[in-house]
């Protein structure tokens, strides 16, 4: 018997019905019913059953294989097997019958259906999100290749569904716009794992998506279109978890898959696209080893067409200039991003993280370290500490953490070491894989195999490393040391720094803060650490917790910290913003006016009069006894530089203050705003001429150098560069090239330090020609270019001016002449003014 069928059975009444001609049935037409039966067919079913049948009676019972054969004898079967067999090829016929058009409209549903839902999962509105280069690169190269499937693969968050959805949305768009009948389906890995888990092959899960009865229904309609089809067919298969099921079961998926895709390959207007994460392909490289070779199969691993097209990439400079476009239309498309830490944002997933964090405000050129960093643990956030298994995730990093170890410059951890806690922890493993945070990787050597486990970057390691430390130490100088012995490089020294650093200010803690220059190890990145604790507290104290600010407030008033950055001179122009956050506090009166006058210094050597005016008002303010323990007046100096710089008469004030110098130095105390009042008093050596201020001076840079402690290598080489500079105003050469000579070759990565070096030999070479002396000018002006020193600019300009080529001479004096006029220095010129008019 064929297997009972309640929607068969009632096609067999509604024939009974229409055989003896029964419009409308009452229970006591089953009597004559019964008759007619009997006549036809020799067989007798009873009134009672026929009421049974029909529904005039209750039964529980299906009906048996006795009625159903007389009511198909009845209707002109042989039985109900005849029947049966007679339906089910009606129906073949009819699904046979569907057109390449329902085909499509049936595709075209399910995949607008998948894209809005994708639309709802993107990070950022989906109207803001951009098409992407690489994906149309990967189509037109996996279409020229002739292959049958294209695997499109790339690393966690690199947009590969945001791109998907897109692309097939503007071919539907396209195809329904033109005259092609392409057809698109596009669906997701979670359909085809639910079809295996219903026991269906790939075959049989493809035919029940696009509405066939069975495989065989679409093989037949495949072969139907076999020589020629109205158009092609573009089966997309987004992001094939392999972590959503086991190990087993997805290697029979996968292999059903490539059953189906060998069965497909016969036609060449059928194509698959599956999406796939990069670690989940080379985790089971062996599955699709064939791809390499075989022409069915296009991907990273088909050679160097696909090592190129078939891996996902992050946002291309083209690309980010039109997101930022799309999200707040400022940015113009030839704005080039010079901030060095925009690399991070320029993974799709970590752009998201950044656009919940400012909003419209993006722009990659004012992304910070501190900003970078707040990126990450927003990512960590959601990934680590939230959502499901999130107190296993978080046990299983902190028995990981002390296995990291630095090789070959990564911070990694050996899986045969960390087996037994992964063993503890195995859905949790699986869940920082899936996400990203984690991936496996071979050591890379051919015989002597070993995985390894590595970080999605060096950060996310730093931050557990740093969280170690964190709960296990409360003595600042323990935990320095602690640090300070690490055997991991200086960089992954500094970003657990930063890490630790951000922690603290967090709960409103500067106890690390003011220890910072008692850090050994950041040499190199002083200045970068100084501006990310500058905006780690501006903006972790406009957080919404006030308690915070206000503690912060109280911390900074007798700040060692504050001593420290303001005795320094990060006159670059990318630091200048982050002293500027400091001002949002309040600060002591000489902190401020360290500060201040600082930032009109800047403002000075860059000729920005609105800024430098702005904050001399500020200054002028202050009450006189604030700066009565300055060794000189910082506020009368700038001014007394300005009006130079502006060619007006001098304050008389200023003029006092400024003749009383000579007298005032030898009995001067030492102050703590060391190297600010070292370049500011240089700057009026230099255009006053006033030896004697120099010879006074330098000796109290003598005393300097005598009492700072040789660990604290950057103010060693500042302080003999800055002496070497008064000794040449006081005509000693000799003596000035020799501290210069000292210095080391790594103070050179500031750029204050390079710039200052290269106008100390410029101006030896005023006395002494060299050979270099052109080349060491364009050095000079290439940075005060870069820093947008204008004045300096004009100063290098004047050095060089009389030793430059002839052909160049011209280029210096136009030059000059459009600076002095349009920004309204003139002093200067002296005697060129008349030889160049």
Known sequence: MKTYLQAYFDKLKLLVLRKSQITQLVPADCYRLALEIKAVTNKSVSETTLKRVFGFASSIHQPSIYTLNALAEYCDFDCWDSFYMHVEQDKLQTAQQRTWGEVSLRATKISLFNIQSNKHKCGIPYHLTIDREHMSNFMEHFERSGATTGILSGPTGYGKTVAVSRWVEKQISQSHAGCDNDIYLFTNSLSLLQGTAFG?????????????????????????????APGNFCLIIDELHSDLIADRQFYTVISQFIEMVRHFAQYDWFRIVLVLRTVTLLKYEGLFKDTIINPEWFSILSGESGNESANMAAFSSAEMHQLIQNVNGKIKPYQPFRNQNKQLIHIPLFFQYYYELVGERVNPNQVTSFDE?????????????????????????????????????????????????????????????????????????????????????????????????????????????????????????????????????????????????????????????????????????????????????????NSRFLDYILNYSCFQAEYEPNLEKLLVFELSETHEIILRSKLAVIALLKWEEDALLKQL?????????????????????????????????????????????????????????????????????????????????????????????????????????????????????????????????????????????????????????????????????ALCEAQGLKLVEAYCRLLILERAPKEEQLQHVNNLKFQFAAFGYTAGLGALSKKYG
């Open 200 to 228: 269906y092959h790939c075959n049989r899960w493809l035919a029940h998506l696009l509405g066939f009865e069975n495989s065989e229904i679409l093989d037949t309609f495949i072969e139907d279109h076999r020589n020629q």
């Open 373 to 557: 960093y707040l990126i990450v643990a927003q990512y960590l956030k959601k990934k680590v500490f939230n959502g499901v298994n999130t107190l296993a995730k978080q046990a299983l990093m902190e028995e990981l953490s002390p296995l990291i170890e630095q090789d070959n410059g990564s911070l990694q951890i050996s899986k045969r070491q960390a087996y037994a806690i992964i063993k503890q922890y195995r859905i949790a493993y699986n869940d920082l894989l899936y996400t990203g945070i984690l991936y496996e990787t071979n050591s890379g050597f051919e015989v002597r195999q070993q995985t390894v486990i590595q970080f999605q970057s060096d950060i996310i390691a730093a931050y557990f490393l740093a969280l170690q430390l964190f709960n296990g130490h409360n003595e600042m100088e323990q935990l320095i040391d602690t640090l300070n012995q690490s055997t991991v490089s200086g960089k992954a020294k500094t970003e657990q720094l930063k890490w630790l650093l951000l922690f603290y200010i967090e709960s409103g803690d500067l106890r690390l803060v003011n220890l910072f220059e008692n850090i050994p190890f950041i040499r190199e990145d002083r200045f970068d650490v100084t501006a990310f604790i500058c905006d780690g507290l501006h903006k972790l104290s406009k957080d919404i917790h006030t308690d915070i600010k206000a503690t912060l407030n109280h911390g900074l008033q």
């Open 617 to 781: 008002e500020i200054l002028a303010v202050i009450p006189p006894d604030a700066y009565a323990s300055f060794t000189v007046n910082p506020f009368l100096l700038v001014s007394y530089l300005y009006q130079y710089f502006k060619g007006g008469g001098i304050n008389q004030e200023i003029a006092r203050e400024i003749g009383a110098l000579p007298y005032r130095l030898p009995i001067a105390t030492k102050q703590a705003s060391m190297q600010f009042i070292d370049i500011l008093l240089y700057l009026f050596v230099k255009v006053s001429g006033n030896v004697a201020v120099a010879r006074y001076y330098h000796d109290t840079l003598t005393q300097r150098l005598e009492q700072t402690n040789p660990a604290n290598g950057f103010q060693m080489d500042f302080t003999m560069l800055t002496k070497a500079l008064y000794l040449l105003e006081c005509g000693d050469v000799e003596t000035a090239k020799a501290y210069v000579e000292k210095t080391s070759p790594l103070a050179l990565n500031n750029l204050t330090f390079r710039l200052l070096h290269n106008i100390f030999y410029l101006q030896i070479e005023k006395v002494k020609r060299g050979q270099d002396y052109v080349a060491l000018g364009h050095r000079a002006l």
